[in-house]
């Protein structure tokens, strides 16, 4: 694990490495419908950074983390941002055509 200077992202990754997470249902389901493995969902928290933060959402304040699996794999995770443990949400391979590249959006769906 790297320390990038951002501390929210650091955050994040410190809490991966430590455990101090939790996985929702969604996130299991789509792990399995994906095939991705938790080795892979911490390889991603590891690499990744935030492409959007959503603060305000109605749920609670949420980001979108993009990395990558040691394969190389890109991966997209929906993580909470406001309890003391991170919640990972969900998680997805960003493709067309919602994603041109893992990181740039493309057509809404």
Not at 37 to 51: E, F, H, N, Q, R
Not at 63 to 76: D, K, N, Q
Not at 82 to 92: A, S
């Amino acid at each position: 694990m790297t320390e990038t200077g951002d501390p929210f992202i650091d955050q994040l990754r410190r809490q991966a490495s430590d455990g101090a997470f939790r996985l929702t249902l969604h996130m299991h389901q789509e792990m399995v419908e994906e095939a991705i493995s938790l080795d892979d969902v911490l390889d991603a928290v590891a690499s990744g950074t935030v492409l959007e933060d959503y603060p305000d959402h109605r749920r609670g304040g949420c980001c979108l983390v993009a990395g990558v699996t040691r394969a190389g794999r890109p991966l997209h995770l929906i993580c909470s941002t406001t309890l003391p443990v991170l919640v990972m949400i969900t998680v997805y391979e960003p493709k067309p055509p919602k994603w041109l590249t893992p990181t740039k959006r493309g057509q809404p769906t």
